[in-house]
């Protein structure tokens, strides 16, 4: 399968400062990358799809001021949580897939802890 | 109604066992469903994929698929210690984007 990397793998700051976590997909051209937020014992939730070079496309509930997404290349997208809060703890993974095909491959995660 | 529901189990079997996930969803034109497996800490790693109506084997995996029942299975032959993870079903109603089913604990016992 595809390889998609994240960075940094866990990162802890303080509230109100803002944290960039960045999604690349390694070995293909990710023409839709989609970022997902998982809290203990509970399922995925995707937050926000984004297609290289348009704006991302943002759940309902998810504020797009906060979680910023930016999908430059076919290869790099990255999330910004900003003015973080403790609230904001949880496991942040991101996924790539190809309209080649509809799998999507998923990067290791970024556990962000807000303290 | 969700839109991807699975038991959330525990399901426990013991090893050696055949482990039956199952999974229903609700749009009925859904066309790619995919099952996931997830251990504690780590992001999903993809099992299987299936398209088609019907059986789909891969090694002691085996999806399986009804599209008139809106209904997908995973099924684990041979089941190991190794096998304990969360499995997550995931559907693809237009084959851009994905939902994901709250997942099935499944837990092998030696």
New interface residues.
Partial sequence: ?AVVSQHPSWVICKSGTSVKIECRSLDFQAT?M?WYRQFPK???M?MA?SNEGSKATYEQGVEKDKFLINHASLTLSTLTVTSAHPEDSS?Y?CSA?SLVS????????TRLTVT | QKEVEQNSGPLSVPEGAIASLNCTYSDRGSQSFFWYRQYSGKSPELIMFIYSNGDKEDGRFTAQLNKASQYVSLLIRDSQPSDSATYLCAVNPNNNDMRFGAGTRLTVKP
């Fill in positions: 399968g839709t989609f509970q399922s995925l995707l799809t496991f993974i897939g509809y799998e999507q491959y998923f990067g290791p995660g």
